[in-house]
């Protein structure tokens, strides 16, 4: 594929991706009379953190034990910086001194 | 990078009211003090810290097969997971229509981020509603959802316990707030740190040490599970969350991106049922 063509893709997929992302904001539907729409953050947050902890072959160890770590800071101080800073930073040290 | 976030951590202004601090993005909302601008600048650091790398990687990779281009597609297409299979596709050499197909499929998820958020933005005119779409990911839909329910939110709360002048205060306070300040400043702090990301990666290569670079894309993953911890309220969010990160675990080798977008409706419609069958 040549550098024109792989511009004339790009603008496809710009096409494509751009359509969900607007058509629900023009839609004569009022959503929130949907309940499930509430769920949605949970299950949303849910759905993209865990396939990064495990897959189907397993659990990723040190992510596991930072995500862990994570969870408790954000439940016990409800601060989004220190959770976010203490989880990378653990599994930058687990990684660093392998200790798994 | 890693220190540079604990001294940004540590240099937060003290806390001036005492109430707003419980979380950071609560303390965030002193309207009085900041405008929406401020707020989700702050708001969009990690995102920023998340995206750089990742964009970066993107970037480095991504030079080697479609050069110039790759700075295009960020700009264009704006979606991580479906720029990395994109690209894979690319070096393949799968057919254009597979390529965009594959794109429309991975990025279909969009479409419930989008119908959350407008229950925030939809008495915008038409033309702000076009520029926030075009913004609206995996991260700046987590921030934004979170942010503009606390935002709103504290803007009741203020405004209920003056009975007295109700109509005047909620007026003037519902006004002082801009949803689409706040999602527009989001979405574009985000934007450029992904394109500008890309763009580094493309013209210096890796410049951030291995070690670092591995290690921040995690930023994404913990924030994700912070706004997790924090939106769950009762029991049957905890069946919500469980049920979501299950089937996407399971799905996610087979279907990128399908697999958040069937977790998120089995777990939705799962919850709903419940919530019918015992009330809520």
Redesign the interface.
Same mark, same amino acid.
């Given at each position: !594929?040549d550098?024109i @063509?792989?511009?004339?893709?790009?603008?496809?997929?710009?096409a494509?991706?751009?359509?969900?992302?607007?058509?629900?904001?023009?839609?004569k539907i009022d959503?929130?009379r949907?309940?499930?729409?509430k769920?949605?953050?949970? $299950?949303?947050?849910?759905?993209?953190?865990?396939?990064?902890? !495990?897959?189907?072959e397993g659990v990723h160890v040190s992510?596991m034990v930072?995500?862990v770590i994570?969870?408790v800071v954000?439940?016990k101080t409800?601060? !989004?910086?220190?959770?976010?800073?203490m $989880?990378?930073?653990i599994?930058?040290l687990i @990684?660093?001194l392998e200790v798994f | 990078m890693v220190v540079e976030l604990e001294q940004r951590n540590n240099n937060q202004p003290p806390p001036k009211n005492q109430n707003t601090i419980k979380t950071f993005i609560n303390h965030s909302s002193n309207f009085g003090e900041m405008s929406e601008f401020k707020i989700a600048l702050k708001h969009s650091i990690p995102i920023v810290l998340g995206y750089l790398p990742v964009s970066m990687a993107f970037g480095v990779i991504a030079a080697n097969y479609i050069g110039s281009n790759s700075v295009l597609m960020s700009a264009l297409v704006f979606a991580g997971a479906s720029q990395f299979a994109a690209l894979q596709l690319f070096i393949l050499s799968s057919s254009a229509i597979f390529i965009v197909f594959t794109t429309f499929l991975i990025n279909l998820r969009h479409i419930l981020m989008s119908s959350f958020l407008n229950t925030y933005h939809k008495n915008l005119g038409k033309l702000k509603k076009v520029a926030i779409a075009f913004g609206i990911t995996d991260e700046t839909f987590a921030i934004a959802s979170n942010g503009l329910k606390d935002l709103t939110r504290d803007l009741e709360s203020s405004n209920a316990p003056n009975t007295s002048n109700t109509s005047n205060a909620s007026k003037e306070s519902k006004a002082s707030f801009s949803p689409f300040k706040y999602q527009f400043t989001l979405n574009s702090v985000s934007y450029l740190s992904w394109v500008s990301g890309t763009f580094l990666g493309f013209v210096a290569g890796s410049m951030i040490p291995e070690e670092i670079l591995n290690v921040l894309p995690f930023t994404l993953t913990a924030l994700f599970l912070y706004l997790l911890v924090i939106n769950i309220s009762e029991k049957r969010d905890v069946g919500v969350a469980l049920i979501a990160g299950a089937i996407s675990v399971m799905l996610a080798g087979i279907a990128i991106g399908w697999n958040i977008f069937i977790a998120t409706l089995v777990a939705c419609f799962v919850g709903s049922e419940i919530e019918r069958k015992i009330g809520g």
């Open positions: !594929m550098q @063509e792989v511009t004339l893709v790009i603008l496809g997929m710009a494509v991706t751009y359509l969900p992302r607007v058509l629900p904001f023009f839609t959503v929130q949907y309940i499930f729409l769920f949605i953050p949970v $299950a949303i947050f849910s759905s993209l953190a865990m396939p990064d902890l !495990m897959g189907v992510r930072a995500a994570a969870v954000a439940y409800r601060r !989004m910086f220190l959770t976010v800073f $989880a990378v930073f599994l930058y @990684e660093k | -």
